[in-house]
T-cell receptor, first 116, second 110 residues
Framework: GAVVSQHPSRVICKSGTSVKIECRSL??????MFWYRQFPKQSLMLMAT?????????EQGVEKDKFLINHASLTLSTLTVTSAHPEDSSFYIC????????????FGSGTRLTVV | QKEVEQDPGPLSVPEGAIVSLNCTYS??????FMWYRQYSRKGPELLMY????GNKEDGRFTAQLNRASQYISLLIRDSKLSDSATYLC??????????FGTGTRLLVSP
């Protein structure tokens, strides 16, 4: 089946630094990728939708300049958390949609970001 | 009212039990429904999807969709310890977006 590889799985960074998270579709071309944030014991919250070769669409309340998304190819999307602060600490998950059936949403394994 | 509602649990059952996880939705326009399983600190993995009213079976899992009642369930037979996880009821909202339930936490004990 479709596989989405997300790296790193865990990262600890100092306040004020930037962190990049990568999401790769390994065996299919992902025209659309989604970035989610998940707080403990809560469900996933969509942050943004990225389409290959165009600007990402951010959900209301998500700062575009803080969460930079790049979807430069059909197999790679990146999320960069800029000038990270402790409140950005969270679990970030990407999802890619296969060009196949409409239900083909595959999730990455997630990245736990801790800002100290 | 949330678009997709699930009892957060936790739901505790012994090994070998039959478990029914339930989900209701408010928008009759939703077309596809999926059940995802999420282990702690991992990404969700797709268990089953359905779009037709009725039952769909895959091994120990059966998904049931009742469009008239706007209700979906996931039945797990012969529960195993490895079934302990959070189960997310998910549907496709507009513009390719997924709509998530809050998830039901299932604990299977020896």
């Amino acid at each position: 089946g479709a596989v989405v590889s997300q790296h790193p799985s865990r990262v600890i960074c100092k306040s004020g630094t930037s962190v990049k998270i990568e999401c790769r579709s390994l065996d299919f071309q992902a025209t659309t990728m989604f970035w989610y944030r998940q707080f403990p014991k809560q469900s996933l919250m969509l942050m943004a939708t990225s389409n290959e070769g165009s600007k990402a669409t951010y959900e209301q309340g998500v700062e575009k300049d803080k969460f930079l998304i790049n979807h430069a190819s059909l197999t790679l999307s990146t999320l960069t958390v800029t000038s990270a602060h402790p409140e950005d600490s969270s679990f970030y998950i990407c999802s890619a949609r296969d060009r196949g059936p409409r239900w083909g949403y595959t999730f990455g394994s997630g990245t736990r970001l801790t800002v100290v | 009212q949330k678009e997709v509602e699930q009892d957060p649990g936790p739901l505790s059952v012994p090994e070998g039990a039959i478990v029914s996880l339930n989900c209701t939705y408010s928008n009759s326009a939703f077309q596809y429904f999926m059940w995802y399983r999420q282990y702690s600190r991992k990404g969700p993995e797709l268990l089953m999807y359905t779009y037709s009213s009725g039952n769909k079976e895959d091994g120990r899992f059966t998904a049931q969709l009742n469009r008239a009642s706007q209700y979906i369930s996931l039945l797990i037979r012969d529960s195993k310890l490895s079934d302990s996880a959070t189960y997310l009821c998910v549907t496709n909202g507009g513009f390719q977006k997924l709509v998530f339930g809050t998830g039901t936490r299932l604990l299977v004990s020896p």
